[in-house]
């Protein structure tokens, strides 16, 4: 037994094998695309910010 067989094109019902895997597959690049997206916010979110140390003491004065 194969773990992947492709439809025989010969066969009449296998039409929608085809669709199947075309659904499928265009389901995992939308949610790869997702992850990459959410991995790219999340590095944007968490950039440290500096500040001026001195530059808060002198305007005390």
Same mark, same amino acid.
């Given at each position: 037994?194969?773990?992947?067989?492709?439809?025989?094109? /010969?066969d /009449?019902? $296998?039409?929608y094998? !085809?669709? #199947? $895997?075309i659904?499928?597959?265009? #389901? #995992?690049s939308?949610?790869v !695309? @997702?992850? =990459? &997206?959410?991995?790219k =916010?999340?590095a944007? @979110?968490?950039? &440290?910010k #500096?500040y001026? $140390? !001195?530059?808060?003491?002198? @305007?005390? @004065?």
């Amino acid at each position: 037994m194969d773990i992947f067989t492709v439809p025989d094109p /010969s066969d /009449s019902g $296998m039409g929608y094998a !085809y669709i #199947a $895997m075309i659904v499928v597959f265009a #389901a #995992a690049s939308f949610t790869v !695309y @997702k992850l =990459k &997206q959410s991995t790219k =916010k999340t590095a944007r @979110k968490n950039t &440290q910010k #500096a500040y001026d $140390m !001195y530059g808060a003491n002198e @305007k005390k @004065k």
